[in-house]
């Protein structure tokens, strides 16, 4: 079993509380998850399109 010291533990607890923390109020918090979902499915239809032109780049060869 892993032992931790008192410097590990204080420095996973500022961590958490950092990530815990809420920068923003709640409406803009709430935007700015949305826009992150967006880009990440814009992301991730360029992804598609890149594989789909690579797939049809290679048909062609």
Known sequence: MPTYSVSDCE???SWVS??????????QQAKLLHL?????SLLQQLE???HQRL????QKE
């Not at 992150?36 to 990440?40: G, N, S």
Request: glycine residues 0%; without cysteine; charged residues 30%.
């Open 18 to 27: 950092k990530l815990t923390k809420s920068y923003y109020q709640d409406d």
């Open 11 to 13: 420095s996973q607890t």
């Open 36 to 40: 992150q979902a967006e880009v990440d």
């Open 48 to 50: 598609n399109l890149k």
């Open 55 to 58: 797939a049809e780049t290679n």
